[in-house]
């Protein structure tokens, strides 16, 4: 990259020259714990750390304490860029690069219920709970014809509400649901997905040098095999990187 263009992307992308990385700390998948200075730890932080890295600068971490509260400050100047899942709604705010990992969404129903597949969910009566506005709830909102959604604020809150309430059924993503499944007694995942949430990097619209940079970065550290590295290194499973 030549030094025009780079500082055309440093302009666009981080005006204040530090790159403030807006982070969904609700995401348990991608942010995994915190270092000793209280910065977040996890997959989603390293890779807005490999963005600042490459362009050498320094970077900030934004926390938010859902993809909700990040998207609704996309228009506030708090965050450059946002490590958050594809969304068509959040498409309408921020523009996102291509995903980087994709993590499937499913079921957890108790062990006797009749359902045993995707489709018999969307049934009428059937209650769904669902984190806030996470990308699955969106997901859900759209395409869900007879059930309904009972949201709760966080993944631990929806599962909360699936236990005390007896819904039928907790929506979320597979890694964490197993992870559920192991501490709820007498419940199933269901083996098939009703869709794949993919993660990438948001930015806001209008700045089309520092977006297409952050594509070409997303395809290196795919190609690079990094993302998988950090997948490692972090212990999480049950993610993909897509090609």
């Not at 204040?16 to 348990?28: E, H, K, M, P, Q």
């Not at 709970?129 to 809150?157: E, I, K, M, P, Q």
């Not at 007498?186 to 940079?213: C, H, M, P, W």
Request: overall charge negative; proline content about 3%.
């Amino acid at each position: 990259m030549n030094t025009d263009m780079l500082d055309d992307v440093l302009m666009q992308l981080a005006p204040t020259g530090v790159l403030r990385a807006g982070i969904n700390v609700a995401n348990t998948l991608l942010v995994t714990g915190r270092h000793i200075s209280g910065q977040p730890v996890g997959i989603a932080p390293d890779i807005a750390a490999s963005v600042a890295e490459y362009l050498g600068i320094s970077i900030a971490y934004v926390e938010f304490a859902s993809p909700g509260d990040l998207i609704d400050a996309a228009s506030s100047n708090t965050w450059d860029i946002g490590l958050i899942g594809i969304d068509l709604c959040r498409a309408q705010v921020v523009d996102f690069t291509a995903p980087y990992i994709e993590i499937d969404a499913t079921y957890l129903v108790r062990s006797d219920s009749y359902i045993q597949s995707i489709g018999e969910v969307d049934r009428p009566g059937m209650q769904i709970a669902v984190s806030n506005r996470s990308a699955y709830d969106l997901y859900l909102t759209r395409h869900l014809s007879h059930a309904s959604l009972y949201r709760a604020d966080g993944l631990d809150a929806a599962v909360k509400l699936f236990t005390s309430n007896q819904l039928d059924a907790l929506a979320g993503l597979r890694p964490r649901l197993l992870s559920d499944k192991n501490v709820l007694r007498n419940t199933r995942l269901l083996s098939e997905k009703f869709t794949s949430v993919e993660q990438a990097i948001a930015i806001g619209k209008g700045k089309s040098d520092a977006f297409k940079y952050l594509c070409q970065h997303v395809e290196l550290i795919k190609s690079s095999k990094i993302v998988r590295q950090l997948m490692a290194r972090h212990g999480v499973v049950g993610l993909s990187v897509p090609t």
